[in-house]
């Protein structure tokens, strides 16, 4: 079924949009039949408590992965720099969204969670292709195999995207949004936070 909604950028806008749409809506000047099932009010401080219950589960997942990283490597630069580079990439993004006055939804959030989960999965294979097998081939030869399969990686997925992000805009707009902000958090991955992260594996390797 259709959803109508509405939004503003402030209370008293907000409170404008919505009383004209009551308006029209009981008016029944739409070329439709309509039938309005419930009203209901939201809370303003629903969303307050929503960005709170977000931001804390952003900071622990970045702790369990963090932990997880160290134990792994037992290395505390390495988790460190794992931390650093999962940062930037939400702060990017997040910088992307304000610039552009994009209203993040859910299913958009879940797409800078899934991001970052990808680009968890390229920091590993650096450290992988550049600390393990460094014995078998150069680091940079390291850094170049591990590169050839993140843009591999990375372009598959953005290229499975595609489909949901024309069909969620068209359909659905928050379907649209999980698949934009993943696409934008693979980008922003490929072209700036895994060469500076691999630049970073370089210098403690070296060292």
């Known amino acids: ?20 749409l009551k308006a029209i809506l009981k008016s029944g ?12 009010k939201l809370n303003p401080s629903l969303g307050e408590n929503y960005l709170y219950v977000v931001g804390l589960a952003g900071i622990v997942a970045i702790f369990l ?29 997040l910088g992307f969204a304000a610039l552009t006055k994009w209203n993040l939804s859910t299913l958009a959030l879940a797409g800078i969670v899934a991001a970052i989960g990808f ?8 450290i992988d292709e550049t600390r393990k097998k460094k ?3 150069s680091l940079r030869e390291g850094l170049k195999r591990a590169f050839f399969m993140i843009l591999g990686a990375g372009a598959t997925t953005i290229f499975a995207m595609l489909p949901i992000l024309f069909a969620g805009f068209a359909t659905y707009r928050e379907i ?4 934009m902000t993943t696409i934008i958090g693979i980008l922003v991955g490929i072209l700036i936070t895994r ?13």
Do not use: C, W
């Not at 992965?65 to 939400?90: A, P």
């Not at 649209?176 to 698949?179: L, M, S, T, V």
């Open 1 to 20: 079924n259709p959803i109508i909604t509405g939004y503003g950028k402030t209370k008293e806008e907000a409170e404008k949009n919505r009383d004209s």
């Open 29 to 40: 000047n739409i070329p439709t039949e309509l039938k309005i099932l419930s009203i209901d």
């Open 65 to 93: 992965v963090s932990i997880v990283i160290f134990f792994r490597y037992r290395n505390l630069k390495i988790s460190l720099g794992v931390i650093g580079t999962m940062l930037s990439e939400v702060i990017i993004i």
């Open 119 to 126: 680009g968890v999965d390229d920091q590993i294979l650096i």
């Open 135 to 137: 014995e078998r081939y």
């Open 176 to 179: 649209g949004g999980f698949a």
């Open 195 to 207: 060469p500076a992260f691999a630049k970073y594996i370089e210098h403690i390797l070296v060292k």
